[in-house]
């Protein structure tokens, strides 16, 4: 049984940096991409950041393309979200996901997702 557990989320002002980290468990976690997408209220789901299984590739967002990196750590069964130059508008509550098929291809197809962790930034 896949579980992911997000961690990381809190309450910061603009202009600040958070990084979100992403616990995965129940299977081997270096064979599957993972990735990152934020909801906020009112709003529809987005996509927010990926990263393939061996982290030798990314993909980001326009909106946060430059002040977010994603990158993962297939010893300790973690992948993470480093967040720089935060805006309001970056207030969401963001998941991790994991896809269903091992060494899946971009674009990929998230079947896995955490309970998500709070992102607040205040103006």
């Known amino acids: 049984q896949v579980q992911l557990v997000e961690s990381g989320g809190g309450l910061v002002q603009a202009g600040d940096s958070l990084r979100l980290s992403c616990a995965a468990s129940?299977?081997?976690?270096?064979?599957?991409?993972m990735g990152w997408f934020r909801q906020a209220p009112g709003k529809e789901r987005q996509f927010v950041a990926a990263?393939?299984?061996?982290?030798?590739?990314?993909y980001y967002a326009d909106s946060v393309k430059g002040r977010f990196t994603i990158s993962r750590d297939n010893a300790k069964n973690m992948v993470y979200l480093q967040m720089n130059s935060l805006k309001p508008e970056d207030t969401a509550v963001y998941y991790c996901?994991?896809?269903?098929?091992?060494?899946?291809?971009?674009?990929?197809?998230?079947?896995?997702w955490g309970q998500g962790t709070q992102v607040t930034v205040s103006s």
């Open positions: 129940g299977r081997t976690f270096s064979a599957y991409p």
């Open positions: 990263i393939n299984w061996s982290g030798g590739s990314t």
């Open positions: 996901a994991t896809t269903l098929v091992r060494f899946s291809r971009w674009p990929y197809e998230f079947d896995y």
